[in-house]
């Protein structure tokens, strides 16, 4: 049974900083892509940042490059988000989220097969 377990949400000032971590287990995650999307309150969720196996090719969303950092420790099975110059823009709940495969094939909820149960992150101006 696979159970991601989000931490690190909190309440931060603008232009501060929060890192995320996302601890995953009860399988192996060799190929897997593992990632994280946020939802804000009245908004759909969205994809925020993911990265494959290797730690290789990250992608992000483009409201939080050059400010959002994802990488992952494959002997811990643990992916982290590091959040800087954060804005009230950035305040949702912020999800975990693993994908079977290589390579990161899409971007939306419904592609994701598992998911942790969300962590708050709100963003004071």
């Known amino acids: 049974q696979v159970q991601l377990v989000e931490s690190g949400g909190g309440l931060v000032q603008a232009g501060g900083s929060l890192r995320l971590s996302c601890a995953a287990s009860?399988?192996?995650?060799?190929?897997?892509?593992m990632a994280w999307l946020r939802q804000a309150p009245g908004k759909e969720r969205e994809f925020v940042a993911g990265?494959?196996?290797?730690?290789?090719?990250?992608e992000y969303a483009d409201s939080v490059k050059g400010r959002f950092t994802i990488s992952r420790d494959n002997v811990k099975n643990t992916v982290y988000l590091q959040m800087n110059s954060l804005k009230p823009g950035d305040t949702a709940v912020y999800y975990c989220?693993?994908?079977?495969?290589?390579?990161?094939?899409?971007?939306?909820?419904?592609?994701?097969?598992?998911w942790g149960q969300g962590t708050q992150v709100t963003v004071s101006s």
């Open positions: 009860g399988r192996t995650f060799n190929n897997y892509i």
């Open positions: 989220a693993v994908q079977r495969g290589p390579n990161l094939r899409g971007y939306r909820p419904y592609e994701y097969d598992y």
């Open positions: 990265i494959n196996w290797s730690g290789g090719s990250p």
